[in-house]
T-cell receptor
Framework: DAKTTQPPSMDCAEGRAANLPCNHSTISGNEYVYWYRQIHSQGPQYIIH???NNETNEMASLIITEDRKSSTLILPHATLRDTAVYYCIVRGRNVNTDKLIFGTGTRLQVFP | EAQVTQNPRYLITVTGKKLTVTCSQN?????MSWYRQDPGLGLRQIYY???????DKGDVPEGYKVSRKEKRNFPLILESPSPNQTSLYFC?????????????FGPGTRLTVL
């Protein structure tokens, strides 16, 4: 699975959009981009995933560049409860294991 | 409510005293796994199971055992715990047949081995 690079920390004002970048320059054609987050020391929570098209769900939007070497997770109206560590994970199709490889992520602090 | 449960949530024990951390999911997921999380090292997979009676080692299996006798349960066994197994443990499950599906994580078990 390709490696990802994320900034260690970011701040965002409550109510504003939080844009979390992720670089994955070695991603291959059949690898998806996943985002999870971990609030304090709770279990990680799935947010969204995509292959090459932009994706949106009730939690967030995922923008993947045309060359697929980077992506941005967008939380449109950040709240204090969005304060968490956000993990960008690139994952290929492996029928033998569903392992997620978590990096160090981005610690997002939402302030009032 | 669809969920993954773990017990106990917190445990302090002594070196060498066998313990079991239970994990149960009510979503009929075939795939289950265990991770440990340590500062600076992120989450690392310990063991996983693709289905009942099928288990395999992850990245850090030493000192751990698992069993999968029924689909909903996937206990993690530490036969002789040591201080380097002090960690935050997470169980996870995901639906069958599609490697891309989201994984559902339990709330975590914080283990301290003295």
């Amino acid at each position: 699975d390709a490696k990802t690079t994320q900034p260690p920390s970011m701040d965002c004002a409550e109510g504003r959009a939080a844009n979390l970048p992720c670089n994955h320059s070695t991603i291959s054609g059949n690898e998806y981009v996943y985002w999870y987050r971990q609030i304090h020391s709770q279990g990680p929570q799935y947010i969204i995933h995509g292959l090459k098209n932009n994706e949106t769900n009730e939690m967030a939007s995922l923008i993947i560049t045309e060359d697929r070497k980077s992506s941005t997770l967008i939380l449109p109206h950040a709240t204090l409860r969005d304060t968490a560590v956000y993990y960008c994970i690139v994952r290929g199709r492996n029928v033998n294991t569903d392992k997620l490889i978590f990096g160090t992520g981005t610690r997002l602090q939402v302030f009032p | 409510e669809a969920q993954v449960t773990q017990n106990p949530r917190y445990l302090i024990t002594v070196t060498g005293k066998k313990l079991t951390v239970t994990c149960s999911q009510n979503m009929n997921h075939e795939y289950m796994s265990w991770y440990r999380q340590d500062p600076g090292l992120g989450l690392r997979q310990i063991y996983y199971s693709m289905n009942v009676e099928v288990t395999d080692k992850g990245d850090v299996p030493e000192g751990y055992k698992v069993s999968r006798k029924e689909k909903r349960n996937f206990p993690l066994i530490l036969e002789s715990p040591s201080p380097n197994q002090t960690s935050l443990y997470f169980c996870a499950s995901s639906p069958p047949g599609q490697p891309y599906n989201e994984q559902f994580f339990g709330p975590g078990t914080r283990l301290t081995v003295l």
